[in-house]
């Protein structure tokens, strides 16, 4: 019985590590097939950091609509407002989670955006666009607001002259 | 604890530092327990768009009853026990190191898919690894499925390097320095006294070359004589200890050092 199990547990690791190494590989292919397989997360890609959009910093921001149309300010909210990393961040940094789960979440939405040619009601319907909205729905409702429009910035830089840009512009809700 | 003369004794190590990064992780979400509430930003009525979508529909009406704010805090305290009891264990050579590392597993497993988005390499490395010593572990007197697991963990770890070396020689933005450079000027993932210090074009190009040169030559550490060997790993630690201070990256230290003594086994055997 051990033998049979420490066969198997052989097999396993070595298919496991080629389809590792097939989920690396480049192409769409071998992209779908790895996000088909990614049971549980257990089939990574360890190309980090891909694409220029890992030199911006990304912000949450939410504002109200009145009844009439016209938008107020933008209010920022969630882990973007915080600024820079802690000093002993290389030992201890919780903070940074929800950091990286706004530009999860901000790289899934365009991405999800462009594959769907830009179509309003499959952006709308789309997970990342629905946790972004509860979230700013939230903060809308309790800062009064009858109406709100969330948005992603995305700021250049600490030593960056130039403006946020809106990276994402979302429909109008209410809260 | 001996030096990993053999590949049981190696994985002895692995668990280690593999259970020294899950103590620390899970503590880390512990501290985070005002983004769990219903109005933070891993909080449940926002992780709930995103669970319940998934592949696996049922998870997110299972999650939404277990894993709120108290269940989600509950399940990172069992794995920061679980973690500092398998430390414990290992380093007194106990013999509940198989429980204690199923525990570690599961409870970050389930944290893995309560926060689909916030997650990071370094915890898919560490499930990988315990995965790979629990099957070590459930077959104690199998020498073969000890040097599979060894040879395993050296291996994902080595292709995880080639793998970056690889997309970074491919794009022309990482060969010429100018997207290490953006990056390190960013507030998040940046470092402002390193982005000062990579402003010169060739300065951010040597660096970027340096770190493609470590990362495509890795698995010629598998053909070195053991000194050699042990500079290559010191040469990995100083590496991640940099991507730690410079990036903030802390989890990635623990998640690729756990693979080191698999890789000392494998290259000096």
């Not at chain 2, 599979?148 to 970074?168: C, R």
Request: charged share 15%.
């Amino acid at each position: 019985m051990s033998a049979i199990g420490e066969a198997v547990g052989i097999a396993a690791l070595a298919l496991w590590f080629a389809a590792t190494v097939a989920g690396q590989l480049p192409g769409e292919r071998w992209q779908q097939f790895r996000r088909r397989a990614n049971f549980l997360g257990l089939l990574p890609y360890w190309g980090f950091f891909t694409s220029r959009l890992a030199t911006k910093d990304y912000h949450l921001c939410w504002r109200p609509v009145a009844a009439d149309g016209v938008a107020g300010a933008w209010i920022e909210v969630g882990p973007g407002a915080r600024g820079e990393r802690p000093a002993f961040s290389a030992l201890w940094h919780p903070g940074r989670r929800p950091r990286k789960a706004l530009v999860d979440l901000a790289l899934a939405l365009v991405t999800f955006q462009q594959v769907q040619k830009f179509d309003p009601a499959l952006i709308r319907a789309c997970p990342p666009y629905l946790a972004l909205r509860e979230f700013c729905g939230r903060a809308a409702g309790a800062g009064g607001a009858a109406a709100f429009e969330f948005a992603v910035l995305a700021s250049h830089g600490r030593d960056s002259d130039r403006p946020r840009s809106v990276y994402f512009l979302s429909a109008r809700h209410a809260p | 604890m001996n030096w990993p003369t053999d590949p049981a004794r190696a994985l002895d190590w692995v668990q280690v530092v593999l259970a020294g990064g899950a103590a620390l992780t899970a503590a880390e979400l512990l501290a985070l327990r005002r983004e769990f509430r219903p109005e933070g930003f891993l909080g449940w009525p926002m992780a709930a768009r995103l669970v319940s979508q998934r592949r696996f529909p049922w998870a997110g009406s299972w999650m939404g009853a277990v894993m709120r704010e108290r269940g989600v805090q509950a399940v990172a305290a069992v794995r920061l026990a679980a973690g500092l009891g398998l430390l414990a264990a290992t380093l007194a050579g106990g013999t509940a190191a198989a429980a204690l590392l199923a525990v570690v597993l599961a409870a970050g497993l389930l944290l893995m898919q309560r926060v689909p988005y916030g997650m990071e390499g370094s915890d898919q490395l560490a499930a990988i690894t315990a995965i790979g010593l629990l099957l070590a572990r459930m077959f104690p007197d199998s020498g073969r499925l000890a040097v599979a697991v060894a040879w395993f963990l050296a291996l994902q770890a080595a292709l995880a390097y080639v793998t970056a070396g690889v997309v970074k020689l491919r794009n022309p933005a990482w060969r010429d320095g100018s997207l290490l450079r953006g990056v390190l000027g960013t507030e998040f993932y940046g470092h402002a006294a390193l982005a000062r210090l990579l402003q010169r074009p060739a300065a951010a190009r040597a660096a970027i070359w340096a770190v493609i040169a470590f990362e495509l030559s890795f698995p010629l550490v598998f053909f070195c004589p053991p000194p050699l060997v042990l500079a290559w790993l010191a040469a990995g630690l100083l590496f991640h200890g940099t991507l730690a201070v410079a990036m903030g990256l802390n989890a990635f230290v623990w998640a690729f050092a756990a693979a080191y003594p698999a890789i000392y086994w494998c290259a000096v055997r």
